[in-house]
Nanobody
Framework: QVQLVESGGGLVQAGGSLRLSCAAS????????MAWFHQAPGKEREFVAV???????YYADSVKGRFTISRDNAKNTVYLQMNSLKPEDTAVYYC?????????????????WGQGTQVTVSS
């Protein structure tokens, strides 16, 4: 069982930055694929970024060049650095984890989810 706790959300002006953190329980964090999703009001939860256990990272086209996912296996934590934020980035951001997801970009690929943290970008 893995428990995930996100933090770092808040209100920021367009063009600003935020760093989200996701702290995971368990002793095998380095073996997990860790991802970030977001969900805007009235919309489905969407893939943002993923960090594979081997270190490879992938991003949604909408955040490439602006967001960076990273992980600190010693701290059991994955981060999402968000720069050049836009109003359309406003959403609840969720951390997700799985040992061996079939793919990386679908909600159904992940077994464990955090409670989410709100990010609001004002224009």
């Amino acid at each position: 069982q893995v428990q995930l706790v996100e933090s770092g959300g808040g209100l920021v002006q367009a063009g600003g930055s935020l760093r989200l953190s996701c702290a995971a329980s368990g002793r095998t964090f380095s073996n997990y694929v860790m991802a970030w999703f977001h969900q805007a009001p009235g919309k489905e939860r969407e893939f943002v970024a993923v960090s594979r256990s081997g270190g490879a990272t992938y991003y949604a086209d909408s955040v490439k060049g602006r967001f960076t996912i990273s992980r600190d296996n010693a701290k059991n934590t994955v981060y999402l650095q968000m720069n050049s934020l836009k109003p359309e980035d406003t959403a609840v951001y969720y951390c997700a984890a799985d040992i061996r997801p079939n793919r990386y970009g679908r909600v159904t690929d992940y077994s464990y989810w955090g409670q989410g943290t709100q990010v609001t970008v004002s224009s």
